[in-house]
Protein backbone atom coordinates (compact mmCIF):
# COMPACT_ATOMS: atom_id res chain seq x y z
CA UNK A 1 0.00 0.00 0.00
CA UNK A 2 0.87 3.77 0.17
CA UNK A 3 3.36 5.10 2.84
CA UNK A 4 5.53 8.21 3.38
CA UNK A 5 8.86 7.49 5.18
CA UNK A 6 10.46 10.59 6.87
CA UNK A 7 13.73 11.55 8.44
CA UNK A 8 14.15 10.75 12.08
CA UNK A 9 14.35 13.35 14.59
CA UNK A 10 14.50 15.65 16.70
CA UNK A 11 16.33 17.38 14.81
CA UNK A 12 17.73 20.53 16.34
CA UNK A 13 19.21 23.98 15.02
CA UNK A 14 20.56 27.40 15.41
CA UNK A 15 18.50 30.14 14.64
CA UNK A 16 19.43 31.17 11.21
CA UNK A 17 20.60 27.62 9.89
CA UNK A 18 19.45 26.07 6.56
CA UNK A 19 16.70 23.27 7.29
CA UNK A 20 16.15 19.92 5.30
CA UNK A 21 13.80 17.17 6.17
CA UNK A 22 13.71 14.48 3.98
CA UNK A 23 10.66 12.68 2.75
CA UNK A 24 10.04 9.83 0.57
CA UNK A 25 6.85 8.12 -0.80
CA UNK A 26 5.51 4.94 -2.14
CA UNK A 27 2.06 5.61 -4.01
CA UNK A 28 0.35 3.94 -7.41
CA UNK A 29 -0.76 6.79 -9.37
CA UNK A 30 -0.36 10.03 -8.95
CA UNK A 31 -1.12 11.41 -5.02
CA UNK A 32 -1.19 15.21 -4.09
CA UNK A 33 1.98 15.59 -1.31
CA UNK A 34 1.32 17.86 1.86
CA UNK A 35 3.53 19.16 4.48
CA UNK A 36 1.59 19.71 7.71
CA UNK A 37 2.54 21.56 10.75
CA UNK A 38 1.81 20.53 14.45
CA UNK A 39 2.99 23.41 17.08
CA UNK A 40 2.90 22.74 20.73
CA UNK A 41 -0.29 21.90 22.25
CA UNK A 42 -2.14 22.09 18.53
CA UNK A 43 -3.58 20.47 15.73
CA UNK A 44 -2.20 20.16 12.28
CA UNK A 45 -2.22 22.97 9.73
CA UNK A 46 -1.00 22.71 6.23
CA UNK A 47 2.21 24.27 5.85
CA UNK A 48 2.51 23.24 1.95
CA UNK A 49 1.20 21.17 -0.86
CA UNK A 50 2.14 20.05 -4.23
CA UNK A 51 -0.05 18.02 -6.75
CA UNK A 52 1.61 17.52 -9.63
CA UNK A 53 5.14 16.15 -10.54
CA UNK A 54 7.96 18.89 -10.40
CA UNK A 55 5.21 21.56 -8.94
CA UNK A 56 7.27 23.14 -5.84
CA UNK A 57 5.01 24.08 -2.80
CA UNK A 58 6.15 27.10 -0.98
CA UNK A 59 5.04 28.90 2.21
CA UNK A 60 6.21 31.19 5.35
CA UNK A 61 9.66 30.57 3.96
CA UNK A 62 9.26 27.15 3.63
CA UNK A 63 9.60 24.89 0.60
CA UNK A 64 9.43 21.61 -1.28
CA UNK A 65 9.25 20.33 -4.68
CA UNK A 66 7.59 17.11 -5.83
CA UNK A 67 9.80 14.93 -7.45
CA UNK A 68 8.48 12.09 -9.14
CA UNK A 69 12.01 10.25 -10.47
CA UNK A 70 12.78 10.14 -6.76
CA UNK A 71 9.91 10.11 -5.34
CA UNK A 72 10.83 12.75 -2.91
CA UNK A 73 9.03 15.96 -1.54
CA UNK A 74 11.78 16.94 0.98
CA UNK A 75 10.94 20.43 2.94
CA UNK A 76 13.75 23.23 2.99
CA UNK A 77 13.80 26.88 4.68
CA UNK A 78 16.96 28.64 4.27
CA UNK A 79 16.89 30.36 7.71
CA UNK A 80 14.88 29.06 10.26
CA UNK A 81 13.55 30.56 13.55
CA UNK A 82 12.89 29.69 16.89
CA UNK A 83 9.37 30.01 16.25
CA UNK A 84 9.93 27.48 13.62
CA UNK A 85 10.35 25.06 16.62
CA UNK A 86 7.79 22.50 15.90
CA UNK A 87 6.36 18.28 14.53
CA UNK A 88 6.40 18.53 10.77
CA UNK A 89 4.27 15.66 9.34
CA UNK A 90 4.58 14.46 5.33
CA UNK A 91 1.76 13.08 3.98
CA UNK A 92 0.48 12.24 0.86
CA UNK A 93 -3.75 11.63 -0.71
CA UNK A 94 -5.14 8.85 -1.65
CA UNK A 95 -8.49 8.02 -3.45
CA UNK A 96 -10.33 5.24 -1.16
CA UNK A 97 -13.67 3.84 -1.91
CA UNK A 98 -15.13 6.69 -1.14
CA UNK A 99 -13.41 9.62 -0.83
CA UNK A 100 -9.80 11.18 -0.22
CA UNK A 101 -7.33 9.53 2.81
CA UNK A 102 -4.11 10.87 3.84
CA UNK A 103 -1.68 9.02 4.82
CA UNK A 104 1.19 10.41 7.05
CA UNK A 105 4.92 9.90 8.25
CA UNK A 106 5.94 9.45 11.50
CA UNK A 107 6.59 13.53 11.94
CA UNK A 108 9.88 14.95 12.75
CA UNK A 109 10.30 17.10 15.56
CA UNK A 110 12.57 20.38 15.24
CA UNK A 111 13.70 22.35 17.73
CA UNK A 112 15.25 25.77 17.19
CA UNK A 113 17.67 27.60 19.46
CA UNK A 114 18.44 31.31 19.72
CA UNK B 1 -15.47 31.24 12.01
CA UNK B 2 -14.36 28.61 14.67
CA UNK B 3 -13.24 25.99 11.93
CA UNK B 4 -12.43 22.53 13.80
CA UNK B 5 -13.56 22.07 17.85
CA UNK B 6 -12.84 18.99 19.47
CA UNK B 7 -13.77 18.31 23.64
CA UNK B 8 -12.84 17.46 25.83
CA UNK B 9 -9.19 18.75 25.70
CA UNK B 10 -7.76 15.63 28.46
CA UNK B 11 -9.66 12.55 29.53
CA UNK B 12 -8.65 9.93 32.12
CA UNK B 13 -10.20 6.93 31.88
CA UNK B 14 -10.59 3.54 33.60
CA UNK B 15 -10.65 0.38 31.80
CA UNK B 16 -14.26 -0.41 30.68
CA UNK B 17 -15.43 3.00 30.94
CA UNK B 18 -17.30 4.51 27.75
CA UNK B 19 -16.76 7.93 26.24
CA UNK B 20 -17.80 10.40 23.22
CA UNK B 21 -15.06 12.49 22.15
CA UNK B 22 -17.16 15.26 20.41
CA UNK B 23 -15.43 16.78 17.21
CA UNK B 24 -17.84 20.21 15.21
CA UNK B 25 -17.12 22.07 11.94
CA UNK B 26 -18.52 25.29 10.90
CA UNK B 27 -17.30 25.04 7.47
CA UNK B 28 -19.84 23.06 5.87
CA UNK B 29 -17.77 20.64 4.90
CA UNK B 30 -19.16 17.10 3.62
CA UNK B 31 -15.75 15.01 4.35
CA UNK B 32 -14.97 14.43 8.15
CA UNK B 33 -12.17 12.03 9.90
CA UNK B 34 -11.28 10.70 12.95
CA UNK B 35 -7.53 9.75 13.23
CA UNK B 36 -5.07 8.67 16.39
CA UNK B 37 -1.64 9.86 16.75
CA UNK B 38 0.14 7.60 18.82
CA UNK B 39 3.86 8.91 20.25
CA UNK B 40 6.37 8.83 17.49
CA UNK B 41 3.95 7.77 14.81
CA UNK B 42 2.06 9.66 12.24
CA UNK B 43 -1.67 10.29 12.25
CA UNK B 44 -3.78 6.24 11.25
CA UNK B 45 -7.60 7.03 10.41
CA UNK B 46 -9.60 5.65 12.16
CA UNK B 47 -13.04 6.70 10.88
CA UNK B 48 -14.61 9.15 8.28
CA UNK B 49 -17.65 10.75 6.78
CA UNK B 50 -18.76 11.96 3.39
CA UNK B 51 -21.96 13.51 4.59
CA UNK B 52 -24.22 13.06 6.68
CA UNK B 53 -26.14 9.75 7.72
CA UNK B 54 -22.77 7.79 5.93
CA UNK B 55 -19.65 6.85 7.49
CA UNK B 56 -16.96 3.97 6.87
CA UNK B 57 -14.18 2.43 8.64
CA UNK B 58 -10.67 3.36 7.95
CA UNK B 59 -6.97 1.70 8.72
CA UNK B 60 -7.71 1.18 13.00
CA UNK B 61 -11.10 1.15 13.57
CA UNK B 62 -11.33 -1.55 16.12
CA UNK B 63 -13.29 -0.53 19.69
CA UNK B 64 -14.53 3.00 18.43
CA UNK B 65 -17.69 3.65 16.67
CA UNK B 66 -19.22 6.72 14.88
CA UNK B 67 -22.28 8.53 13.47
CA UNK B 68 -22.96 11.37 11.30
CA UNK B 69 -26.69 12.97 11.67
CA UNK B 70 -25.58 16.09 11.27
CA UNK B 71 -23.44 17.83 8.80
CA UNK B 72 -21.69 19.96 11.43
CA UNK B 73 -21.00 17.26 13.81
CA UNK B 74 -18.91 13.61 14.07
CA UNK B 75 -18.67 12.47 16.91
CA UNK B 76 -16.24 9.47 18.11
CA UNK B 77 -17.79 7.00 20.65
CA UNK B 78 -15.31 4.46 22.79
CA UNK B 79 -17.44 1.65 24.02
CA UNK B 80 -14.81 -0.51 26.84
CA UNK B 81 -11.94 1.60 27.22
CA UNK B 82 -8.59 0.14 26.69
CA UNK B 83 -5.07 0.84 27.48
CA UNK B 84 -4.16 0.32 24.14
CA UNK B 85 -6.87 3.47 23.17
CA UNK B 86 -4.65 6.06 25.06
CA UNK B 87 -3.71 8.45 22.45
CA UNK B 88 -4.09 11.90 20.85
CA UNK B 89 -7.24 11.79 18.94
CA UNK B 90 -7.76 14.23 16.21
CA UNK B 91 -10.68 15.32 14.13
CA UNK B 92 -10.54 16.77 10.68
CA UNK B 93 -12.64 18.20 7.93
CA UNK B 94 -12.19 18.75 4.72
CA UNK B 95 -14.11 20.45 1.76
CA UNK B 96 -13.84 18.03 -0.85
CA UNK B 97 -12.19 14.29 -1.61
CA UNK B 98 -10.56 15.70 -4.51
CA UNK B 99 -7.04 15.07 -3.37
CA UNK B 100 -5.58 18.32 -3.96
CA UNK B 101 -7.79 19.77 -0.97
CA UNK B 102 -6.58 19.91 2.22
CA UNK B 103 -7.31 18.64 5.89
CA UNK B 104 -8.66 20.76 8.50
CA UNK B 105 -7.67 19.79 11.97
CA UNK B 106 -9.07 20.08 15.06
CA UNK B 107 -6.72 21.00 18.09
CA UNK B 108 -6.84 17.30 19.94
CA UNK B 109 -7.88 14.97 22.83
CA UNK B 110 -5.69 13.68 25.02
CA UNK B 111 -7.43 10.78 26.22
CA UNK B 112 -5.33 8.45 28.92
CA UNK B 113 -6.98 4.61 30.53
CA UNK B 114 -5.56 3.20 33.19
Known amino acids: GNSVTQ ?3 PVTL ?7 INCTYTATGYPSLFWYVQYPGEGLQLLLKATKADDKGSNKGF ?5 KETTSFHLEK ?28 KGTTLSVSS | NAGVTQTPKFRILKIGQSMTLQCTQDMNHNYMYWYRQDPGMGLKLIYYSVGAGITDKGEVPNGYNVSRSTTEDFPLRLELAAPSQTSVYFCASSYSPATSYEQYFG ?4 LTVT
Open chain 1, 63 to 67: EATYR
Open chain 2, 107 to 110: PGTR
Open chain 1, 14 to 20: SEEAFLT
Open chain 1, 7 to 9: MEG
Open chain 1, 78 to 105: GSVQVSDSAVYFCALSEINQAGTALIFG
